[in-house]
C-alpha cells in the first residue's frame, strides 16, 4: 500500500508547474521565482555501487530532481516525499545530495581527460581551479499523520551537544553538520504560499482531522471546483477517504471534479456514522447493564436475601450498590 502511495505523490509532483510551486512557496516565501519552463528533468539514480566483477549491487533513486536555470545559473532541486518519519534523513539527505556533487565530478573528470585541459597541478584533482560545481538543494515533503519528531541536522543524531562542554567549543568547528529541510503539513501554517492545486491538496490534509475547519476551507477555496483528476486522486488515497471515490466519475466539460459536494457528502456520512455508532453503543451498555442485574439476582436467590431481592428490583440506586459489592 505505501508503494501505491509513493506512485500518486510522485506522479502528482512530476508535473513542473506544480514542482516549481512548492519550491517556490517553501524557499522564496510564496514569491514565483522558479518558472516551470525553467526546470529540466534529472535522472534520479543518485549513485551505484559495483562488485570486483562489475556487477551493480545498489543504486539509489530520489522522487524527484530537477536542474532549475536561475538566471544563467543552474542549481540542482530534490523532493522526498515521506509518509513515514525518517528518523535518520539527515543522512539520507547527506547522501542524496553527495551523490549529485560526485557525479559531477566524475563527469568532470571525464569531459577533462577528453579535453586535455588542465595544468599539471589541476589535473590530480581532475577539476580546475576556477571551475564551479552546481549547487543541490533539496526538501523532504511530510505527508504522515503525526507530526514530524525526527532530526533537522546531522549533529542531532551525532549527540554533538552532548560533548563535553569544555571541549565543546573546539570540536564543533570540525564537524560538518548536514541539515534537513523538512515541510510538515501537521505544522503548516496556511497553504497561502502556493498558487496551484498543491495549496488544496496541503490544505486538504491539513484541515482533515478537524470537519468543521475542513468544510470551511473547502467552500473558501474556489480550486476544489475545478479540481483535476491526479490530484483528486491524491487526496482521496492520503486521506484515506473511500467515501470521495463515487464523486470522481463526475467530470465537468474540462475534465475536472467538483469537489465541493462530495466533501459535504462525505462529512454528512462521517456525522451520520457517528450517531449511529453511538446508538450501537447505547445498546451494548443497555446489553450489558440487564446481564449485570440478571446476574445480581440469581445471586441473591442463591444466598436466600429475598428482602434485599425484593427492593433490589424497586429502586435502581440500591440495585447499584450491590451491584458494584459484587463486582
Known sequence: MLGDMNAYVNDYLS????????????????????????????????????????????????????????????????????????????????????????????????????????????????FSKTEQLIPVLSLVLYLGNDTWDAAHSLSEICGIRDIDEELHKYILPFFNNWHVHVLDINTLENTDIFTTDLREVL??????????????????????????????SLIMQLSHTKQLDIAKESYNAKGEIDMCQAIDEMIADAKFEGKQEGKLEGIREEKIRRERERNLFALLVKEHRYLELERATQEDSFRMKLMNEYE
Open 203 to 232: 490544505g486538504f490534509l491539513m484541515y482533515q482531522k478537524d470537519k468543521k475547519k475542513l468544510q470551511h476551507f473547502v467552500k473558501e477555496n474556489e480550486g476544489f471546483r475545478h479540481m483535476k483528476p491526479d490530484a483528486y
Open 15 to 126: 508535473d513542473k508547474e506544480r514542482f516549481a510551486d512548492l519550491m517556490n512557496g517553501v524557499i522564496f516565501q510564496g514569491n514565483k521565482v522558479i518558472n516551470e519552463n525553467d526546470l529540466i528533468d534529472l535522472d534520479t539514480k543518485s549513485w551505484k555501487s559495483h562488485t570486483r566483477t562489475g556487477e551493480s549491487t545498489r543504486e539509489n533513486i530520489r522522487d524527484h530532481l530537477k536542474c532549475w536555470n536561475c538566471r544563467g545559473k543552474s542549481i540542482i532541486l530534490g523532493v522526498e516525499a515521506e509518509q513515514n518519519i525518517q528518523y535518520a534523513m539527515p543522512v539520507r539527505t547527506m547522501n542524496y545530495d553527495s551523490s549529485q556533487y560526485s557525479k559531477q565530478l566524475k563527469s568532470r573528470k571525464k569531459e577533462h581527460r577528453h579535453k586535455r585541459d588542465l595544468s599539471s597541478r589541476e589535473y590530480v584533482s581532475g
